[in-house]
């Protein structure tokens, strides 16, 4: 069982700031980490610590699967890396957990007869089979409706727009608050530590010749989880049929057309947007 790649889209939520997405795929495995927006100065090299741990971390994924590791294992050994690299390069030890830098993750690797699926976050994986019906995995749906109360919310209080920006300082302190409560509980994220692997959702699919899978982070999937333009099903068939650069157009002219956020609460006007269009051979 192999992945053919059939289209992939990677478009920065601003022009002027780094594309917080990353993205890498084979022939047996695909993934997609979708860097946490940093709330805060950075304590690593180079423009954003988002961005670093979201590229750092798909390297380092595919290195350890082509090694011939399995999925979880992989996991454990990136995590590992991206701790060792965090300690050794960044300005100074972080005083809260807010500013670590973290990652949503969704990982496909191919194997007898079905696909494993490892997640954290918010980012997701549609999957049809051949002639049927889309399954959603990940928690998406759910994890952007609980967000966008949050945004509105917030901004409700703080009588400003949702989307004005995660850079407020109006909007700071509840957004470090919610961060910190990160790599504790039930809620782990891709991050400098190796304990996070044993926590990652995992899932494995029976999937056949044919099947086609869409690998996405929450900024793509806004189109169905926050937008209402497309259901599931209706996603994969436009992603297959218009194909992913369409579909980033419509996501940018909806962004465009409420970009305060008064229609769909949301902490920014656009969000990086990734996707990865796969076909098991």
Known sequence: MTFELLDFLSLPGDAAKPNEDAFGHDATSAVVLDGATPLGDGLMPGPSDAAWIAQFGVRRLLAHLRDGEGAR???RGALADAQKSFEALRRHPPEEMWQTPCASMML????????????????AALVQPEGGAVMVVGETF???????????????EKNLSPASGLSRPEFLGALRGMRNRINSGNTWLFSPDAKAASHAARRIVKAA???KLLLASDGFLALAS???????DSLMQAAVEKGLKVLGEELRAIEAGDAGGDRFPRFKKSDDATALLLKIN
């Open 226 to 232: 926050d937008y209402g333009a497309y259901g599931a």
């Open 108 to 123: 496909a690797v191919a194997g007898e007869g079905g696909v494993e699926f490892l997640s954290f976050g918010d980012c």
């Open 142 to 156: 759910d994890k952007r409706a609980a967000e966008a109360k949050r945004a509105q919310a917030i901004a409700k």
């Open 209 to 211: 010749s044919g099947t």
């Open 73 to 75: 294992k992989a996991l």
